[in-house]
């Protein structure tokens, strides 16, 4: 079920659609990076995709700092297990009655201000990093909190999985901030 929901999320996030110029020789050696990664912690590699970065928050995050932030590292569950997520990289943790997702993409702010899937948006500032809170049209139990970086953005979100089981006095937003706040560090900067 959870898988399901992960891949329905992925599909109603962001659509990818660009491609990588390969004649450029900074995107060649990205490119290699991104294989190379990819192959030494055993993802798939897309030569096609344009996220050609050496980074997925199942590898960079550790467990050390998802069990500080109160989910558990040993149920993460990675985009690429079962379906390609062209443009992004995807990972997933068990709360107490929610799950806690990392998303990094290609994809900027600026796009996702004008994603019609996306609203209620409001500007945050957390440890510092000025970032946008919003939610997604058909998911009115989630909460999700996007920064921009390097490659383009980073969402932290926080969605419902067993109703009536999320800590007491919580909300999708706040449990989102805290995440944010606690991973930051391990999370991809500007």
């Known amino acids: 079920m959870r898988r399901m929901a992960i891949a329905l999320t992925a599909a109603l996030m962001l659509t990818a659609g660009c491609v990588s110029d ?4 900074a995107a060649s050696l990205e490119a290699e990076e991104a294989r190379e ?39 993460a569950f990675a985009d690429t297990s079962e379906v390609p997520s ?3 990289r995807i990972c997933s943790w068990d709360g107490t009655g929610y799950a806690l997702s990392v998303y990094t993409m290609v994809r900027t702010l600026d796009e996702l201000y004008t994603h019609p899937m996306y ?3 409001r500007d945050v500032t957390i440890n510092g990093r000025e970032g946008v809170e919003f939610h997604v049209i058909r998911d009115p139990e989630a909460c999700t909190i996007a920064f921009p970086a390097a ?10 999985v067993l109703a009536n089981r999320m800590p007491p006095g919580s ?8 995440h944010a706040a606690d ?8």
């Open 22 to 25: 390969t004649d450029d020789p």
């Open 119 to 121: 609203h209620q948006f």
């Open 183 to 190: 991973l930051d560090p391990h999370l991809p900067q500007l």
């Open 37 to 75: 990664y990819s192959e030494r912690h055993g993802f798939p590699y897309y030569e096609n995709d344009p996220y050609q970065e050496p980074y997925h928050p199942c590898i960079e995050i550790p467990d050390d700092a998802l069990i500080a932030t109160g989910v558990d590292p040993e149920t």
């Open 171 to 178: 909300t999708f937003c706040a449990l989102a901030a805290q």
């Open 86 to 88: 062209p443009g992004w």
């Open 151 to 160: 490659m383009g953005m980073t969402f932290v979100r926080t969605s419902l």
